[in-house]
């Protein structure tokens, strides 16, 4: 799913597909605040605003077709002007039961299953599931988006290299004096000549020489040039010098967190179409893209690291996460690599070889590939 480039239709409610239970963080009824339909390729995805998780069963019934939705201890928070209609959805109707709960009930078009949900957490009590239409014939109306950014090339993907630290700041040193920031940039010149080679991505570098970029500026970056990945090269250093081999970071929770909170202070506008700007709706599709970008970064995470292992020792724990600034960009899917260990001999010695750097580099242009290349069999397959 693009979830920079959704559509809505309405604000209203929640829930999931079967029975599901959740922890009873709180006693209080929930408070379902909105519900949100977006088109989801062939499917229509409906996100529950809740202010707390709520445990949710669901059903469908025939004649005429509908998916009920219940949830335990909660109570209605809706704009009674909401129109839900969009899709297999024509509809929503909602209203309090005896026994505490609130009945959400979506009049479908057409015939319909769950063919994916997702579950709330403490952080994020919101509810996802997708509906498809058991008829494959039916054909949803289509509904128009409003783009706030230039639309994505759609010919090239394009790539964010980011060569760590420059200019005043060296980065790490190692024993011998290797720098971090000089093997980087030459490790990502490299990634972009890989790249480019291929004739299939626009590669654009935070910095393409030795000068400082602060760290704010290489994210506005990235986001400015509607980057579909950005990859940030280092190379670390360890009070241990036995420590060894080639990691990928990715966006921890915290990071996560972290993001939301400065994306205010950043000025960091994320394209949610026709939704407001403030409000409950706001704060559910911020966490829908940056979710479905972590999940992204994951993913090509997990695609590098074999790349790499083939070419350079991997440290423990290879996959790692953190709230690094160059990874919060809530829509750009990111991974920080870091190279190796310039306090380890061996590692300093390997990452000074030009051929390190550039084999270090193919195997990081591999995996750009084997990523997309996986990412257009998910789009035919729907």
């Known amino acids: ?216 500026e290489r994210v506005r970056f990235a986001r400015g040039q509607n980057a579909d990945l950005f990859i940030s090269i280092h190379a670390d250093s360890s009070p241990n010098p036995d420590t060894t081999g080639a990691s990928v970071y990715t966006l921890s929770e915290h990071g996560a967190n972290r993001a939301q909170n400065i994306m205010g202070a950043q000025n960091w506008d994320l394209d949610l179409g026709d939704a407001p700007r403030r409000g409950v709706v706001n704060d559910i599709l911020v966490d829908l893209t940056q979710r479905e970008t972590t999940n992204r970064s994951t993913e090509f995470a997990e695609m590098l690291i074999p790349k790499l292992r083939g070419v350079s020792p991997l440290a423990t724990n290879t996959h790692r996460n953190a709230g690094f600034f160059v990874l919060l960009a809530p829509d750009v899917p990111a991974v920080l690599c870091e190279t190796g260990f310039l306090s380890n001999v061996a590692d300093e010695r390997r990452l000074a070889q030009p051929r390190t750097r550039q084999v270090m580099a193919g195997a990081m242009a591999e995996a750009v590939d084997a990523y997309f290349a996986r990412r257009q069999q998910t789009a035919n397959r729907a």
């Open 1 to 216: 799913m693009d979830v920079t480039r959704r559509s809505f239709a309405f604000f209203g409610a929640a829930a999931l597909g079967g029975t599901v239970s959740l922890p009873a963080w709180a006693e209080a009824p929930a408070a379902v605040q909105g519900v949100l339909l977006q088109p989801n390729g062939p499917t229509w995805r409906v996100v529950v605003a809740l202010d707390r998780p709520a445990q949710a069963r669901t059903f469908f019934l025939p004649n005429p077709d509908r998916f009920v939705i219940d949830l335990s201890n909660a109570r209605l928070a809706l704009d009674p002007r909401a129109r839900v209609a969009g899709g297999v959805v024509r509809g929503l109707r909602c209203g309090a039961r005896p026994d505490g709960s609130a009945r959400l009930v979506l009049d479908l078009s057409t015939p319909a299953s769950v063919v994916r949900q997702e579950l709330g957490g403490r952080r994020s009590p919101a509810l996802s599931f997708d509906l498809a239409p058991t008829d494959a014939s039916f054909v949803a109306p289509s509904v128009s988006a409003t783009p706030l950014r230039p639309s994505r090339d759609t010919l090239r993907r394009t790539i964010v290299v980011d060569a760590g630290h420059g200019g005043h700041d060296p980065g790490a040193i190692g024993a011998t004096g290797v720098r971090e920031k000089d093997v980087v940039l030459d490790a990502a010149l490299n990634l972009r000549d890989a790249l480019e080679s291929q004739g299939a991505y626009r590669v654009a570098l935070t910095r393409d020489a030795d000068r400082f970029v602060p760290l704010e």
